[in-house]
């Protein structure tokens, strides 16, 4: 069964720092997609970027850009700029290829102080 | 284009009631996934249903049951409700069940036995 621990229940950061949150996976699959999806209190959960195993390269969108270090199973999220409307729950999460299930960590509440 | 709608927003029951969800996919999408969010945590996966059929189920017991209509919205319904069934409960609809498209959620139904 496919696994995602997200360690850190909670970090601060002031406005225009960037700040790093960690995820770590586990899984015997080669094919699978992993994400970063975020949660405001509005509770909509929007999909903040998006990752293919396959692809070596780290993706990016604007602000946000991923570490994805296959071998070791990590998944880091990176904000940078970091502005007060990224204060949210961020979650990340696992599919493997062909799947229907998404697997979600427990989360991590970012809180962005002016 | 439509983004994905839930119905009721909040909904109060107790225990031992019947509820019902419901969930209009993303205009274009057919396949539609439900999740259980309790409080603190990440969303578990209930199942997905794909061309109105079940394509895949969490680890629920048969009291979470669901259909999917031909226009692809879709209802999730609970027998039988337990205090632990409270939770936010999200649909996200998607196309196609290979795993690698984003899935789009909606704003979810929160859910409180009493």
């Known amino acids: 069964a496919q696994t995602v621990t997200q360690s850190q229940p909670e970090m601060s950061v002031q406005e225009a720092e960037t700040v790093t949150l960690s995820c770590t996976y586990d899984?015997?699959?080669?094919?699978?997609?992993l994400f970063w999806y975020k949660q405001p209190p509005s509770r909509q959960m929007i999909l903040v970027i998006r990752q293919e195993a396959y692809k070596q390269q780290n993706a990016t969108e604007n602000r946000f850009s991923v570490n994805f270090q296959k071998a070791a199973k990590s998944f880091s999220l990176k904000i940078s700029d970091s502005q007060l409307g990224d204060t949210a729950m961020y979650f990340c999460?696992?599919?493997?290829?062909?799947?229907?299930?998404?697997?979600f960590g427990k989360g991590m509440k970012l809180t962005v102080n002016p | 284009e439509t983004g994905v709608t839930q119905s009721p927003t909040h909904l109060i029951k107790t225990r031992g009631q019947q509820v019902t969800l419901r969930c209009s996919s993303q205009s274009g999408h057919n396949t539609v996934s439900w999740y259980q969010q309790a409080l603190g945590q990440g969303p578990q996966f209930i199942f997905q249903?794909?061309?109105?059929?079940?394509?895949g189920r969490g680890n629920f017991p048969p009291r979470f049951s669901g259909l999917q209509f031909p226009n692809y919205s879709s209802e999730l319904n609970v027998n039988a409700l337990e205090l632990d069934d409270s939770a936010l409960y999200l649909c996200a609809s998607s196309y196609g069940t290979s795993g690698a498209g984003e899935q789009f959620f909606g704003p979810g139904t929160r859910l409180t036995v009493l």
């Open positions: 999460a696992f599919i493997r290829g062909g799947s229907e299930k998404l697997v």
């Open positions: 249903y794909y061309r109105e059929e079940e394509n």
């Open positions: 899984t015997s699959e080669n094919n699978y997609y």
